[in-house]
């Protein structure tokens, strides 16, 4: 990635997830700020440097973190505005990333929570402009964050 002289990428995606869990249940994994903070922010030991949840998860809500990869020296920030929030139906979201104090992303994701069954359907898209190119990367890491979610649900539904 060259970050001194970063073009411009634009792109979208869609990750389609099933959830063996009723909507209440995944909906709150991704709002409420404890959960958030362990599917989110520090899965896959990652260092959290530092985590300002948004509280109450409503339109105008801010959510801040900062955090490094295991065993990389760089510091990403995230930065993120809630902009609607519909409760059990949908999330719509803005959020700018930084990498070591350079813009890196800014994006806007829509989560969107379907019943299906006795599960949740999740439908997440997001639509970005990326400095350093890597759509699939950021993709793949989303997916990623997905699965931890789906630990969380499944932490939620046991408990």
């Not at 990750?15 to 959960?35: Q, T």
């Not at 994006?107 to 069954?117: C, D, K, M, V």
């Amino acid at each position: 990635m060259n970050m001194t002289d970063p073009k411009i990428i634009h792109g979208s995606f869609t990750l389609d997830r099933l959830y063996d869990a009723p909507v209440a249940k995944v909906f709150a994994a991704y709002v409420e700020a404890e959960a958030r903070y362990r599917w989110l922010i520090s899965s896959d030991g990652w260092t959290v440097h530092e985590y300002r949840p948004a509280g109450s998860v409503t339109a105008g809500a801010q959510e801040f973190s900062k955090f490094s990869p295991p065993g990389a020296d760089v510091v990403l920030t995230n930065e993120t505005t809630f902009l609607e929030v519909r409760e059990g139906e949908c999330v719509i979201l803005a959020y700018a990333m930084t990498l070591n104090g350079a813009p890196l992303s800014a994006s806007l994701l829509t989560a969107e929570f379907q019943a299906e069954g006795g599960g949740t359907r999740l439908l997440l898209t997001e639509q970005g402009a990326y400095r350093d190119g890597n759509i699939d990367g950021r993709k793949e890491g989303t997916r990623g964050l997905l699965e931890q979610l789906a630990r969380e649900v499944a932490a939620s539904v046991a408990a």
